[in-house]
Protein backbone atom coordinates (compact mmCIF):
# COMPACT_ATOMS: atom_id res chain seq x y z
CA UNK A 1 0.00 0.00 0.00
CA UNK A 2 1.47 3.40 -1.05
CA UNK A 3 1.04 7.11 0.90
CA UNK A 4 1.40 9.71 -0.77
CA UNK A 5 2.96 12.76 1.42
CA UNK A 6 4.38 16.39 1.20
CA UNK A 7 8.24 17.17 2.27
CA UNK A 8 6.23 19.53 4.44
CA UNK A 9 3.57 16.74 6.10
CA UNK A 10 6.32 14.23 6.46
CA UNK A 11 9.41 16.65 7.79
CA UNK A 12 9.13 20.01 9.11
CA UNK A 13 6.09 21.01 9.85
CA UNK A 14 4.12 18.25 11.30
CA UNK A 15 7.26 15.48 11.88
CA UNK A 16 5.30 12.30 10.32
CA UNK A 17 7.93 10.35 9.85
CA UNK A 18 9.48 11.26 13.15
CA UNK A 19 6.24 10.59 15.13
CA UNK A 20 5.42 7.05 12.80
CA UNK A 21 2.13 9.39 12.14
CA UNK A 22 -0.86 8.89 9.53
CA UNK A 23 -3.32 11.77 9.58
CA UNK A 24 -6.76 11.23 9.18
CA UNK A 25 -8.50 13.66 7.46
CA UNK A 26 -12.13 14.73 7.34
CA UNK A 27 -14.51 15.37 4.71
CA UNK A 28 -13.78 19.02 4.28
CA UNK A 29 -10.45 18.62 3.91
CA UNK A 30 -10.31 15.90 1.43
CA UNK A 31 -10.31 17.15 -2.48
CA UNK A 32 -13.55 15.70 -3.67
CA UNK A 33 -16.83 17.17 -2.19
CA UNK A 34 -18.85 13.81 -2.95
CA UNK A 35 -17.12 12.24 -0.38
CA UNK A 36 -19.25 10.43 1.77
CA UNK A 37 -21.95 11.55 -0.35
CA UNK A 38 -25.25 9.78 0.71
CA UNK A 39 -28.61 9.48 -1.27
CA UNK A 40 -30.72 10.64 1.95
CA UNK A 41 -34.86 10.21 1.30
CA UNK A 42 -37.80 10.91 3.70
CA UNK A 43 -40.82 8.59 3.25
CA UNK A 44 -43.00 7.93 6.41
CA UNK A 45 -45.88 8.54 7.57
CA UNK A 46 -47.74 11.36 9.36
CA UNK A 47 -46.49 11.10 12.76
CA UNK A 48 -42.75 11.38 12.14
CA UNK A 49 -43.43 14.28 9.42
CA UNK A 50 -45.36 15.99 11.84
CA UNK A 51 -42.47 15.35 14.36
CA UNK A 52 -39.85 16.55 11.84
CA UNK A 53 -41.90 19.64 11.77
CA UNK A 54 -41.94 20.46 15.23
CA UNK A 55 -38.19 19.65 15.93
CA UNK A 56 -37.49 22.08 12.94
CA UNK A 57 -39.18 24.58 14.87
CA UNK A 58 -37.60 23.72 18.29
CA UNK A 59 -34.08 24.19 16.75
CA UNK A 60 -35.30 26.95 14.80
CA UNK A 61 -36.93 28.86 18.13
CA UNK A 62 -33.25 28.42 19.46
CA UNK A 63 -31.46 29.95 16.71
CA UNK A 64 -33.91 32.62 17.37
CA UNK A 65 -33.05 33.34 21.11
CA UNK A 66 -29.36 33.27 20.04
CA UNK A 67 -30.11 35.91 17.44
CA UNK A 68 -31.95 37.81 19.81
CA UNK A 69 -29.04 37.37 22.64
CA UNK A 70 -26.01 37.32 20.64
CA UNK A 71 -26.77 40.68 18.44
CA UNK A 72 -23.71 39.73 16.11
CA UNK A 73 -21.80 40.01 19.44
CA UNK A 74 -20.37 36.43 18.86
CA UNK A 75 -21.41 34.70 15.00
CA UNK A 76 -23.92 31.56 15.19
CA UNK A 77 -22.73 28.24 13.62
CA UNK A 78 -23.79 24.93 12.60
CA UNK A 79 -22.46 24.17 15.83
CA UNK A 80 -25.15 25.80 17.64
CA UNK A 81 -28.27 23.94 15.87
CA UNK A 82 -29.55 20.90 17.62
CA UNK A 83 -31.44 18.43 15.55
CA UNK A 84 -31.13 15.78 18.22
CA UNK A 85 -31.52 15.18 21.59
CA UNK A 86 -30.63 18.38 22.73
CA UNK A 87 -34.24 19.40 21.93
CA UNK A 88 -35.83 17.17 24.63
CA UNK A 89 -33.52 19.27 27.42
CA UNK A 90 -35.01 22.74 28.08
CA UNK A 91 -33.27 25.59 30.70
CA UNK A 92 -36.61 25.80 32.54
CA UNK A 93 -40.69 24.83 33.16
CA UNK A 94 -41.17 28.02 31.68
CA UNK A 95 -39.02 27.59 28.76
CA UNK A 96 -40.83 24.53 27.80
CA UNK A 97 -44.24 25.71 27.96
CA UNK A 98 -43.42 28.56 26.14
CA UNK A 99 -42.30 26.08 23.17
CA UNK A 100 -45.31 24.39 23.68
CA UNK A 101 -47.45 27.89 23.49
CA UNK A 102 -45.10 28.15 19.90
CA UNK A 103 -45.83 24.69 18.54
CA UNK A 104 -49.84 25.33 19.13
CA UNK A 105 -49.92 28.35 17.40
CA UNK A 106 -47.78 27.34 14.73
CA UNK A 107 -50.15 24.32 14.05
CA UNK A 108 -53.06 26.60 13.75
CA UNK A 109 -52.53 27.37 10.38
CA UNK A 110 -54.74 24.74 8.24
CA UNK A 111 -52.13 24.39 5.91
CA UNK A 112 -48.98 23.73 8.70
CA UNK A 113 -51.74 21.56 10.42
CA UNK A 114 -52.96 19.21 7.04
CA UNK A 115 -49.00 19.18 5.45
CA UNK A 116 -47.88 15.71 7.46
CA UNK A 117 -50.36 14.00 6.18
CA UNK A 118 -49.88 15.28 2.63
CA UNK A 119 -46.27 14.87 2.74
CA UNK A 120 -46.99 11.38 4.09
CA UNK A 121 -49.65 10.69 0.88
CA UNK A 122 -46.14 11.42 -1.54
CA UNK A 123 -46.11 8.20 -3.77
CA UNK A 124 -42.54 8.72 -4.07
CA UNK A 125 -39.61 9.19 -1.52
CA UNK A 126 -38.99 12.98 -0.90
CA UNK A 127 -35.22 13.90 -1.45
CA UNK A 128 -33.19 16.80 -0.25
CA UNK A 129 -34.21 19.34 -3.08
CA UNK A 130 -38.27 18.68 -2.36
CA UNK A 131 -37.66 18.85 1.35
CA UNK A 132 -35.77 21.77 1.20
CA UNK A 133 -38.59 23.45 -0.92
CA UNK A 134 -41.09 22.90 1.79
CA UNK A 135 -39.19 23.97 4.16
CA UNK A 136 -38.51 27.32 2.72
CA UNK A 137 -41.88 27.67 2.34
CA UNK A 138 -43.03 27.24 5.77
CA UNK A 139 -39.93 28.81 7.41
CA UNK A 140 -41.58 32.34 7.87
CA UNK A 141 -44.68 30.98 8.94
CA UNK A 142 -42.92 29.13 11.57
CA UNK A 143 -40.42 32.63 12.30
CA UNK A 144 -43.70 34.41 12.60
CA UNK A 145 -45.47 32.21 15.20
CA UNK A 146 -42.03 32.07 17.36
CA UNK A 147 -41.71 35.89 17.30
CA UNK A 148 -45.71 36.57 18.45
CA UNK A 149 -45.67 34.06 21.50
CA UNK A 150 -41.84 36.18 22.22
CA UNK A 151 -43.42 39.54 21.90
CA UNK A 152 -46.89 38.43 23.53
CA UNK A 153 -45.02 36.83 27.10
CA UNK A 154 -43.04 40.44 26.84
CA UNK A 155 -39.51 38.71 25.97
CA UNK A 156 -38.96 41.01 23.39
CA UNK A 157 -40.10 44.75 22.80
CA UNK A 158 -41.57 44.64 19.11
CA UNK A 159 -42.29 41.80 17.05
CA UNK A 160 -38.99 40.40 15.40
CA UNK A 161 -38.41 39.21 11.99
CA UNK A 162 -42.27 38.94 11.29
CA UNK A 163 -43.82 39.30 7.80
CA UNK A 164 -47.24 39.86 6.83
CA UNK A 165 -47.98 36.52 4.99
CA UNK A 166 -51.87 36.57 4.78
CA UNK A 167 -51.56 36.83 0.48
CA UNK A 168 -49.28 34.19 0.73
CA UNK A 169 -50.76 31.63 2.82
CA UNK A 170 -54.08 31.58 0.64
CA UNK A 171 -51.90 30.95 -2.00
CA UNK A 172 -50.60 28.23 -0.67
CA UNK A 173 -54.08 26.69 0.53
CA UNK A 174 -55.27 26.77 -2.72
CA UNK A 175 -52.04 25.20 -4.36
CA UNK A 176 -52.72 22.03 -2.56
CA UNK A 177 -49.09 22.05 -1.56
CA UNK A 178 -48.15 20.34 -5.17
CA UNK A 179 -47.91 16.85 -3.55
CA UNK A 180 -50.98 15.92 -5.57
CA UNK A 181 -49.97 16.62 -8.85
CA UNK A 182 -46.12 15.61 -8.67
CA UNK A 183 -47.99 12.07 -7.60
CA UNK A 184 -50.02 12.29 -10.97
CA UNK A 185 -47.20 13.65 -13.04
CA UNK A 186 -45.05 11.01 -11.31
CA UNK A 187 -47.49 8.25 -11.98
CA UNK A 188 -48.11 9.47 -15.58
CA UNK A 189 -44.72 10.14 -16.51
CA UNK A 190 -41.47 9.96 -15.40
CA UNK A 191 -40.46 9.26 -11.71
CA UNK A 192 -37.76 11.74 -11.15
CA UNK A 193 -40.12 14.59 -12.81
CA UNK A 194 -40.01 15.79 -8.91
CA UNK A 195 -36.52 15.55 -8.50
CA UNK A 196 -35.60 18.11 -11.61
CA UNK A 197 -38.57 20.30 -10.54
CA UNK A 198 -37.12 21.05 -6.93
CA UNK A 199 -33.74 20.63 -8.16
CA UNK A 200 -34.36 23.61 -10.27
CA UNK A 201 -36.32 25.76 -8.06
CA UNK A 202 -33.53 24.78 -5.22
CA UNK A 203 -30.43 26.04 -7.90
CA UNK A 204 -32.79 29.37 -8.29
CA UNK A 205 -33.44 30.26 -5.09
CA UNK A 206 -29.46 29.67 -4.55
CA UNK A 207 -28.81 31.96 -7.43
CA UNK A 208 -31.38 34.77 -5.88
CA UNK A 209 -30.17 34.85 -2.25
CA UNK A 210 -26.71 35.23 -3.74
CA UNK A 211 -28.10 38.37 -6.22
CA UNK A 212 -29.43 39.97 -2.78
CA UNK A 213 -26.38 39.09 -1.33
CA UNK A 214 -24.45 41.22 -3.90
CA UNK A 215 -26.64 44.42 -3.73
CA UNK A 216 -26.49 44.86 0.35
CA UNK A 217 -22.99 43.27 0.65
CA UNK A 218 -21.15 45.91 2.41
CA UNK A 219 -17.41 43.76 2.96
CA UNK A 220 -18.90 42.37 5.92
CA UNK A 221 -19.35 38.90 7.43
CA UNK A 222 -23.09 37.40 7.37
CA UNK A 223 -25.11 38.53 10.47
CA UNK A 224 -26.72 36.16 12.90
CA UNK A 225 -30.24 37.45 11.13
CA UNK A 226 -29.29 36.57 7.89
CA UNK A 227 -28.62 32.68 9.16
CA UNK A 228 -32.11 32.81 11.10
CA UNK A 229 -33.84 34.08 8.02
CA UNK A 230 -32.18 32.67 5.27
CA UNK A 231 -29.76 30.48 5.85
CA UNK A 232 -31.55 27.86 8.34
CA UNK A 233 -33.65 25.56 6.24
CA UNK A 234 -30.69 24.36 4.07
CA UNK A 235 -28.65 24.14 7.43
CA UNK A 236 -31.17 22.26 9.50
CA UNK A 237 -31.44 19.52 6.69
CA UNK A 238 -27.74 19.39 6.10
CA UNK A 239 -27.42 18.47 10.17
CA UNK A 240 -30.21 16.22 9.66
CA UNK A 241 -28.11 14.24 7.39
CA UNK A 242 -24.78 14.44 9.09
CA UNK A 243 -26.23 13.10 12.65
CA UNK A 244 -27.82 9.67 10.87
CA UNK A 245 -23.95 8.17 11.40
CA UNK A 246 -20.93 9.80 13.38
CA UNK A 247 -18.43 12.00 12.22
CA UNK A 248 -15.99 10.07 10.09
CA UNK A 249 -12.84 10.26 8.84
CA UNK A 250 -9.58 8.56 6.57
CA UNK A 251 -6.25 7.93 5.06
CA UNK A 252 -5.64 7.51 1.64
CA UNK A 253 -3.50 4.64 -0.10
CA UNK A 254 -3.24 3.48 -3.37
CA UNK A 255 -2.23 0.59 -4.49
CA UNK A 256 0.37 1.78 -7.18
CA UNK A 257 3.01 4.87 -6.99
CA UNK A 258 3.32 4.42 -11.30
CA UNK A 259 0.76 7.39 -12.00
CA UNK A 260 2.48 10.92 -12.74
CA UNK A 261 -0.97 12.63 -12.38
CA UNK A 262 -1.53 10.70 -8.78
CA UNK A 263 2.33 12.38 -8.33
CA UNK A 264 1.28 15.58 -9.32
CA UNK A 265 -1.51 15.83 -7.14
CA UNK A 266 -0.98 13.73 -3.86
CA UNK A 267 3.05 14.08 -4.26
CA UNK A 268 3.43 17.51 -4.11
CA UNK A 269 4.11 18.21 -8.01
CA UNK A 270 6.71 15.20 -7.52
CA UNK A 271 8.47 16.74 -4.95
CA UNK A 272 7.13 15.12 -2.16
CA UNK A 273 7.69 10.95 -1.62
CA UNK A 274 5.73 7.97 -1.60
CA UNK A 275 5.56 5.37 1.29
CA UNK A 276 5.18 1.96 1.12
CA UNK A 277 3.45 -0.09 3.94
CA UNK A 278 3.49 -3.94 4.40
CA UNK A 279 -0.18 -4.86 5.48
CA UNK A 280 -1.49 -7.35 7.08
CA UNK A 281 -4.24 -9.78 6.61
CA UNK A 282 -6.69 -9.92 8.86
CA UNK A 283 -10.33 -11.83 9.14
CA UNK A 284 -8.91 -12.24 5.47
CA UNK A 285 -8.98 -8.63 4.51
CA UNK A 286 -5.59 -6.39 4.52
CA UNK A 287 -5.09 -4.02 7.36
CA UNK A 288 -2.63 -2.16 8.75
CA UNK A 289 -2.01 -2.12 12.82
CA UNK A 290 -2.34 1.44 14.17
CA UNK A 291 -1.67 2.28 17.99
CA UNK A 292 -5.51 3.60 19.11
CA UNK A 293 -8.00 3.68 21.87
CA UNK A 294 -10.42 0.39 21.87
CA UNK A 295 -11.50 -0.40 25.10
CA UNK A 296 -11.96 1.23 28.71
CA UNK A 297 -11.26 -0.75 31.75
CA UNK A 298 -9.57 2.20 35.04
CA UNK A 299 -8.73 4.56 31.74
CA UNK A 300 -8.51 4.85 27.76
CA UNK A 301 -6.90 1.32 26.95
CA UNK A 302 -4.49 2.03 24.01
CA UNK A 303 -2.37 -0.64 21.63
CA UNK A 304 -1.82 -1.36 18.26
CA UNK A 305 -5.14 -2.44 16.57
CA UNK A 306 -5.82 -4.07 12.83
CA UNK A 307 -7.21 -1.42 10.86
CA UNK A 308 -8.84 -2.67 7.79
CA UNK A 309 -8.22 -1.07 4.11
CA UNK A 310 -11.65 -0.10 1.79
CA UNK A 311 -11.19 -1.03 -1.45
CA UNK A 312 -12.53 2.07 -3.18
CA UNK A 313 -15.57 1.97 -6.08
CA UNK A 314 -15.88 4.41 -8.51
CA UNK A 315 -19.74 4.95 -10.01
CA UNK A 316 -21.66 7.68 -9.79
CA UNK A 317 -24.62 5.89 -7.80
CA UNK A 318 -24.51 6.52 -4.23
CA UNK A 319 -26.25 4.27 -0.93
CA UNK A 320 -29.46 5.24 -0.88
CA UNK A 321 -30.52 6.02 3.25
CA UNK A 322 -34.17 6.26 4.51
CA UNK A 323 -33.82 8.81 6.88
CA UNK A 324 -36.72 7.94 9.11
CA UNK A 325 -35.55 4.79 9.55
CA UNK A 326 -31.87 4.79 10.19
CA UNK A 327 -31.80 7.03 13.17
CA UNK A 328 -29.18 4.97 15.28
CA UNK A 329 -27.55 7.00 17.52
CA UNK A 330 -29.85 7.77 19.80
CA UNK A 331 -31.31 5.74 22.61
CA UNK A 332 -34.48 4.33 21.59
CA UNK A 333 -36.51 6.53 24.79
CA UNK A 334 -35.28 9.78 22.90
CA UNK A 335 -36.23 8.62 19.63
CA UNK A 336 -39.82 7.42 20.49
CA UNK A 337 -40.37 11.24 21.82
CA UNK A 338 -38.60 13.24 18.97
CA UNK A 339 -39.35 11.29 16.48
CA UNK A 340 -41.81 7.74 16.36
CA UNK A 341 -44.73 8.77 18.97
CA UNK A 342 -47.40 11.20 18.76
CA UNK A 343 -48.65 13.23 21.98
CA UNK A 344 -51.23 10.25 22.54
CA UNK A 345 -48.51 7.30 22.00
CA UNK A 346 -49.12 6.28 18.86
CA UNK A 347 -46.40 4.90 17.06
CA UNK A 348 -45.11 5.54 13.58
CA UNK A 349 -44.89 2.70 11.26
CA UNK A 350 -41.52 4.26 10.50
CA UNK A 351 -40.25 2.43 14.09
CA UNK A 352 -41.31 -1.21 13.34
CA UNK A 353 -37.44 -2.21 13.01
CA UNK A 354 -37.91 -2.38 16.81
CA UNK A 355 -40.74 -4.51 17.03
CA UNK A 356 -38.60 -7.23 18.06
CA UNK A 357 -35.11 -8.46 18.70
CA UNK A 358 -34.33 -10.26 15.57
CA UNK A 359 -35.53 -7.33 13.76
CA UNK A 360 -33.60 -4.64 15.42
CA UNK A 361 -30.35 -7.01 15.08
CA UNK A 362 -31.50 -7.30 11.24
CA UNK A 363 -31.74 -3.75 11.03
CA UNK A 364 -28.65 -2.49 12.85
CA UNK A 365 -26.19 -4.72 10.27
CA UNK A 366 -28.34 -3.18 7.17
CA UNK A 367 -27.93 0.41 9.17
CA UNK A 368 -23.96 -0.05 9.62
CA UNK A 369 -23.34 -1.96 5.84
CA UNK A 370 -24.97 1.62 4.23
CA UNK A 371 -22.36 3.73 6.63
CA UNK A 372 -19.89 1.41 5.43
CA UNK A 373 -20.78 1.51 1.60
CA UNK A 374 -21.03 4.98 1.35
CA UNK A 375 -17.48 6.01 2.22
CA UNK A 376 -15.95 3.82 0.09
CA UNK A 377 -17.66 5.36 -3.22
CA UNK A 378 -15.87 8.18 -5.48
CA UNK A 379 -17.00 9.32 -9.03
CA UNK A 380 -15.83 7.75 -11.92
CA UNK A 381 -13.46 10.68 -12.31
CA UNK A 382 -11.11 9.28 -9.97
CA UNK A 383 -10.62 5.99 -11.19
CA UNK A 384 -7.07 6.20 -12.38
CA UNK A 385 -6.00 6.58 -8.52
CA UNK A 386 -6.95 2.82 -7.58
CA UNK A 387 -7.44 3.47 -3.65
CA UNK A 388 -7.70 2.42 -1.00
CA UNK A 389 -8.54 3.83 2.62
CA UNK A 390 -8.85 3.21 6.34
CA UNK A 391 -11.44 4.74 8.34
CA UNK A 392 -12.02 5.55 11.84
CA UNK A 393 -15.86 7.28 12.93
CA UNK A 394 -16.11 9.45 16.19
CA UNK A 395 -18.98 7.03 17.63
CA UNK A 396 -17.48 5.94 20.95
CA UNK A 397 -13.97 7.87 20.67
CA UNK A 398 -13.98 11.80 19.91
CA UNK A 399 -11.56 12.63 16.76
CA UNK A 400 -12.58 16.00 16.59
CA UNK A 401 -9.08 17.64 17.13
CA UNK A 402 -6.71 16.98 14.57
CA UNK A 403 -4.09 15.63 17.23
CA UNK A 404 -6.58 12.63 18.19
CA UNK A 405 -6.83 11.79 14.44
CA UNK A 406 -2.92 11.32 14.60
CA UNK A 407 -2.38 7.27 14.43
CA UNK A 408 1.09 5.97 14.90
CA UNK A 409 2.37 3.13 13.21
CA UNK A 410 4.72 -0.02 13.68
CA UNK A 411 8.10 0.97 11.86
CA UNK A 412 8.61 -3.01 10.98
CA UNK A 413 5.15 -2.27 8.54
CA UNK A 414 7.28 0.64 6.91
CA UNK A 415 8.84 -1.03 4.05
CA UNK A 416 10.06 1.54 2.29
CA UNK A 417 10.26 5.14 0.73
CA UNK A 418 10.83 6.26 -2.80
CA UNK A 419 11.77 9.59 -3.70
CA UNK A 420 9.82 11.97 -6.06
CA UNK A 421 11.75 13.43 -9.51
CA UNK A 422 12.25 16.67 -7.89
CA UNK A 423 12.17 15.72 -3.94
CA UNK A 424 15.44 18.14 -2.83
CA UNK A 425 18.72 16.69 -1.82
CA UNK A 426 18.04 18.27 1.91
CA UNK A 427 14.98 16.69 2.05
CA UNK A 428 16.54 12.93 0.89
CA UNK A 429 19.05 13.44 3.72
CA UNK A 430 16.88 14.33 6.74
CA UNK A 431 14.51 11.82 5.45
CA UNK A 432 17.92 9.05 5.64
CA UNK A 433 18.95 10.07 8.72
CA UNK A 434 15.30 9.92 10.31
CA UNK A 435 14.82 6.35 9.04
CA UNK A 436 19.11 5.28 10.06
CA UNK A 437 17.73 6.50 13.51
CA UNK A 438 14.91 4.24 13.62
CA UNK A 439 16.75 1.43 12.00
CA UNK A 440 19.41 1.45 14.74
CA UNK A 441 16.22 1.75 17.67
CA UNK A 442 14.54 -0.82 16.68
CA UNK A 443 17.73 -3.10 15.67
CA UNK A 444 16.35 -3.10 11.90
CA UNK A 445 19.18 -4.33 9.18
CA UNK A 446 17.60 -3.34 6.35
CA UNK A 447 15.28 -0.37 4.78
CA UNK A 448 14.65 0.36 1.36
CA UNK A 449 15.16 3.79 -0.75
CA UNK A 450 13.82 4.04 -4.31
CA UNK A 451 14.37 6.88 -6.59
CA UNK A 452 11.38 8.04 -8.78
CA UNK A 453 12.10 8.42 -12.67
CA UNK A 454 9.86 8.89 -15.88
CA UNK A 455 10.24 5.99 -18.20
CA UNK A 456 9.97 7.00 -21.56
CA UNK A 457 9.40 3.50 -22.97
CA UNK A 458 7.05 2.19 -20.73
CA UNK A 459 5.33 6.05 -20.46
CA UNK A 460 4.79 5.56 -16.55
CA UNK A 461 6.92 6.40 -13.48
CA UNK A 462 8.93 3.83 -12.43
CA UNK A 463 11.21 3.67 -9.09
CA UNK A 464 15.17 1.94 -8.96
CA UNK A 465 16.35 0.99 -5.76
CA UNK A 466 19.38 3.06 -4.60
CA UNK A 467 22.00 1.36 -2.70
CA UNK A 468 24.92 2.83 -0.09
Not at 32 to 42: A, N, S, T
Not at 382 to 408: A, C, M, P, Q
Not at 450 to 465: L, N, R
Request: proline share 3%; aromatic share 14%.
Amino acid sequence: MYRFRTIECLLDKYNELENQEIYFASPEELNDPMEGLRDVFWKGDGIVWKNLMINYLKSLERVFVLTILLNDSKSITDDDLVVSSGLLRYASPQREFLVKEIIDQTFKTKFIRELPIRLSKRRTPIRRSELLSYLQTIHPFFLNSISEIYYKHKLTYKLQYHQDLGQFESVIEKSGFLHELFNKLEEENNKGQSDIFFNTIGLYIQSNKLHIEFKHWEGESKSNAFYLVSEFPNRFVTKLENDIYPDWYSASFLESNENSAVWGHYGDNHKGVCLKFKPILNEGKLALNLNTEYGYGSGPIIGMRPHTFRKIEYHNKHVEIDFFRSMGRLPKIELDKLWYEDPDGNKSVCASHFDSPEKEEEWQEEYWKNFNDSLKIKLREWSYENEYRLVVHGDFIDYSTKDSRKLRYDFKDLESITFGIKTPNSAKLQIMKIIDKKCKENSRKEFDFYQAYYSKDKGQIESFKMTF
